[in-house]
Every structure is written in structure tokens, then in C-alpha cells.
């Protein structure tokens, strides 16, 4: 009597294991398959080997079963935990901005990017502005004139001021007169720490581009 009052006890510990676990089927499934099990056993008297036997079975499936439960229960913190990474990266990328704050025939214009967020950006890029005029709208797509994209731009670092220049044939009066006026969004490209490259057109929300 004492041996079967072990093997019962150790069966409810394995049983006890998976109770609190979100496997709830897994679980009626096994209870299933212990009074299937010990339906077939009792025509056999009370054969303490037999018991025993048993209880190790079941104890054993018991033991899988919470091990397959805590993996699931891990893949789903994982996944938990990436999806708010790719979230507090998106918010990041909305400390981002940029504006036009200065033209020049000679010069071309000059964009002010500021970098608020708490953490470095990476292969900071001026490549358009979009204007919109009185009769239509435009892209004029730009290029750094006297520099390279800013490697590494720091939270501490103050605003970058580059001047830019149109690609493709020459900055006209009336461009630069339409990109002093309060419709102009600079167009801006850059990576954050975790690899993800952003692009923000002036205070539109950021869009994440594909790999």
C-alpha cells in the first residue's frame, strides 16, 4: 500500500507541473489517457509492479509535456519580446526631423536635421525635397553639395545643416521660392542602431523600408 501511495503521490506532482501551463488541452488529453491506461490495467488485480510501472509512464509524459509547454511558453516571450523592440524602434525613428532653413542661388538649400531620440543614427541621408506650389507639386530630388552623408549622428551632437543640391539641372528663383515657403519637406534616409533603414519626408510619420 505504501508503494502504490508514492506512485500516486509522484503521479500528482508530474500532474501538478503542467496544471498552471496554457496547455489545458494537452493536459485533459493526458488525463484521457490515464483512465484508458488504468482501465486496461485494473482486470489485473493489484499487482504492485504493474502500478509502478505505470506510474513511471505516466510520470514521464507528465514531465514531456511540461517540457514542451515552457518551450512554447519561451517562444512566445521571444516573440513578445521582438515585436516591442520593433516597436521602440519606430518611435525612435519619430525623434528624427528635418527642414529647410536657409536658400541660395549659389548655395542651393540648406536643411536643418535634428537627431532627439536617446540613441545614435547611422548613413544619415538628405535626398529630396518636396515642394508644393500654387499650380503644382513637385519632387525636386537633392544630393549633399560640399558633403558626405553623416555617418554617425549622435543625440548630443547639435543639428547637421548641410547644404544640398538638386541632381538634375539648376535651382531656379521660383524653386527656391516655393522651398522658403511653409509647404516644403525635406526627405531624409537613415538607419538605426538595430540595422532597420527609415525614410521621413518632414513631419509625416516615418516609413520603414524593405530589406
Known sequence: MDKITSIARAVWRALSAIVYT??????????????????????????????????????????????????????????????????????????VSARVDATSVGEGIRVCVRNQSPEPIEDVDIVAIHISGQTQNFVLECALKNERKRDVFLPIDDDWRPWVVPTEGTLTAEMLAMATSEKHLPEVVFRDLGGTRWRRIGNRPPTKERA
Open 22 to 95: 496554457p496547455w489545458g488541452p494537452a493536459l485533459g488529453g493526458l488525463g484521457c489517457l490515464i483512465v484508458m491506461i488504468v482501465s486496461w490495467y485494473w482486470p489485473f488485480g493489484k499487482d504492485p509492479n504493474l502500478w509502478a510501472g505505470l506510474g513511471q509512464w505516466v510520470g514521464g509524459a507528465g514531465a514531456f509535456i511540461a517540457a514542451w509547454a515552457a518551450l512554447r511558453i519561451a517562444r512566445k516571450d521571444a516573440w513578445r519580446q521582438a515585436a516591442q523592440e520593433t516597436e521602440r524602434r519606430r518611435i525612435q525613428a519619430y525623434y
